[in-house]
């Protein structure tokens, strides 16, 4: 195990009925606040209404910045950092999913920065400071609820880059997972893709002898996997929805890399993806991962192994290559049977570009930890994505 | 799933080689320090002089307070919060195991508290405010470095009652595994039993549909009770105290009861047998924990079943009635392998005196959520734990 800090201090208020609290919770923050969203599904399920009420019996002064995206962009971000510096804002308030969330981070640190936000995505600055950020999730996926991390597309150019900090972790983050339950099949499985894919980032490191962390991390994943299969065949079931969000954000908030060293590969891989098709991040990653798990396996197959015989309960007595593959393929099974895409075709990506992603990819050098994967690695794990059946 | 509220800002500093930061991060809580220990341990350890050398590198004004003993007293808290009082201490450091940075609690709050310390612990306030405690952990065993609790022994009339409140959670926590490597095999054993304890407390619940917390719980026991008898086999192992000190931490800072009711039925029985005897609290609960289960498994079979199965991996093509009782056998028997007590007689405590603390465990009423145990109870589940066999 290797030497870590660790610290979350992001408040979670968790279940059913908990968005009234908003208004309370961000007075503590300091007004007036950013009302930051995505507009449309907020407004249509209602949420919208209720956290202005909330926030104007408290007597909050309020201004307001709607249209995020998935794949938040840049333009909005440098939008949004103008408003608060003009406006004097004493705090940012996401309502919404990941890309909200990441929106809202970028927006409160650029806000307190003299020099421009993307430095912070570009390794150029770390955010020391921030506006405090306050939360009212309303998707299970990205975790980003009580991460560090913000990614953010810069639409110029199509660059998806990530900045991870301390000074930018919510302070409060309100869980209802109600409010997750009228979202699209598709979105509810690519948001589940996410949060698995958050847990197997952190699973698949080279480090020995981190024992709790490996079995908390099969303990999320096989969490995940039975609600989310739950939550598709009942929309309206509270126990899957609860699980699932209470999940997305254990996932992500720095418990499961405790002593060990991540991996990251295939999420860098994926950002070139989305960057360039906008493709859903879950989906991307859903697209990627089984390749890259088939084209690493090797370097520690010990650890495919455990995967496999923990996670997917396969019988351990085969031969452990085999034992592997076969966790592998019921990694995939399991992806297609909540109707994710396992390739890029799927995804409806065409393999015309892949050389430009794998070159992109090495902006920052090569990637990942269990294996480091240079262009040509990276470019042959896209061509096994690319391939229908391996 | 219940409704919940988590936080937990401890900053964690895990690892080899932690403890010559001490000074650094104490001088960010201020000075003047009490520095309050248990005496000998780590001054034969030298851990003592390294602390000292690093708080007066960074210039900080020392006052002292060692001699806390394990089931920490009343009169050495009264005496400590006197001691700040007088001197204007501005940060409290506990260097030590639970029953130091108990103790260390209580100075913290009592110092800054206008009535009596002991007020906290019967209930009749609640600790609003603390002076800020900073921790350098020798032992794996209570999780009071990143927890709200302390519990605290009043010696006149013995005793021994807990305080909950999240003031009093400590600012950082310095974890170094190989600190813990001198314990004799007793006292690692005692520790990895508060450690189980402090699970099994949580995953006892009657909440229904709690699967993430559940499988959370389960990870953290297979790692414990594996990395114990690692532990004990080859005490200069690094690999197997690093996972029980961080899984000491885990287990009892109130992540493993998201969403649900936990039990503390058996800590607060224990609480009377070492209020009187003065034993060691892993070792009372061990003594107790299996009489316990033996006593109300039948409320909430499908538990048990699933306790078995899933720790203990009980075949669970059994009655569910013997699958439950094998896990419980298997518990007691892995107990009894690292060398614990699993009855009164074990510990050395005759069986005259139950009654008397089944009166006294009614001070606040039933105990316990999965079964409420009023006094009848109580003394049945004591009877039990006096036979040798049941």
Chains 1, 2 share one sequence.
Request: aromatic share 6%.
């Amino acid at each position: 195990m290797r030497n870590f800090e660790y610290q979350n201090g992001t408040r979670v208020i968790f279940g059913k009925g908990t968005q009234t609290r908003v208004g309370a919770e961000m007075r503590k923050l300091g007004g007036p606040v950013l009302l930051h969203h995505g507009s449309s599904s907020i407004k249509r399920s209602g949420l919208y209404d209720e956290v202005k009420a909330s926030l104007e019996a408290e007597g909050l002064e309020l201004l307001e910045l709607g249209g995020v995206k998935p794949n938040p962009r840049l333009s909005l971000v440098r939008q949004g950092i103008e408003l608060c510096r003009k406006h004097k804002i004493g705090s940012v308030l996401a309502v919404g999913g990941g890309s909200v969330i990441d929106s809202a981070k970028a927006i409160a640190a650029g806000a307190v920065y003299a020099g421009d936000v993307w430095d912070f995505y570009t390794g150029k600055a770390q955010p020391a400071a921030s506006l405090p950020v306050g939360v009212v999730l309303t998707l299970s996926a990205a975790g980003s609820e009580t991460s560090i991390s913000s990614v953010i597309t810069d639409e110029e150019g199509w660059h998806k880059l990530a900045c991870n900090a301390p000074a930018i972790r919510p302070v409060f983050a309100i869980m209802n997972p109600e409010l997750s339950m009228s979202l699209p099949p598709y979105q509810v499985a690519c948001g589940a893709t996410d949060i698995m894919a958050h847990v197997l980032e952190r699973y698949f490191t080279s480090e020995a002898e981190v024992d709790l962390t490996d079995r908390l991390c099969e303990a999320t994943l096989k969490t995940v996997i039975a609600a989310v299969t739950r939550a598709l065949a009942d929309p309206r079931d509270y126990a899957p929805r609860a699980e699932l969000m209470w999940a997305g954000s254990l996932a992500h908030n720095g418990l499961l890399d405790t002593g060990r060293l991540a991996d990251w590969g295939t999420h860098r891989i994926e950002h070139e993806l989305s960057a360039i098709y906008d493709v859903a991040h879950g989906a991307g990653l859903a697209a990627l991962f089984p390749s890259w798990m088939r084209f690493v396996y090797k370097a520690n197959l010990g650890r495919f192994v455990q995967f496999a015989t923990r996670v997917w309960d396969v019988d351990s007595s085969g031969q452990p290559e085999a034992v592997a593959l076969e966790g592998i393929k019921r990694m995939r099974d399991f992806l297609v049977s909540i109707g994710m895409p396992v390739d890029l075709g799927g995804l409806g990506i065409p393999g015309d570009r892949l050389e430009e992603m794998a070159t992109k990819a090495m902006r920052f050098g090569p990637l990942g930890n269990l294996v480091k994967l240079g262009r040509e690695e990276v470019l042959a794990i896209l061509h096994l994505a690319a391939q229908k059946d391996w």
